[in-house]
């Protein structure tokens, strides 16, 4: 009954073989969420005309045709420019 044994043998072999594989896939499976989760592809930067700071176009203030970053500059630069 040699042939048996062999085939036992050639299915314990499989089974570790199996074994294995699922243990590597299990060791470079677990990634975490991607690093970027890029909801919008790019959002337009605007510069402040007073200070110079890059914000979010939507945070930031518009007034004839120039972007402030806060209430305060849009004012101080309007009231500086326009006497
Ligand atoms: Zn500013």
Redesign the pocket.
């Known amino acids: 009954m040699s042939e048996s044994i062999g085939l036992f043998r050639l299915l314990f072999w499989v089974a570790i073989i199996a074994a294995a594989l699922w243990f590597w896939r299990r060791l470079k499976a677990p990634r975490p969420a991607p690093s970027t989760p890029d909801t919008e592809p790019a959002e337009p930067m605007v510069r ?6 890059h914000l979010p176009r939507r945070h930031a203030l518009p007034e004839h045709e120039r972007w ?3 209430q305060a ?1 849009l004012r101080q630069d309007s009231a500086t420019g326009e006497r």
């Open positions: 402040c005309t007073l200070c110079g700071v402030y970053c806060s500059h």
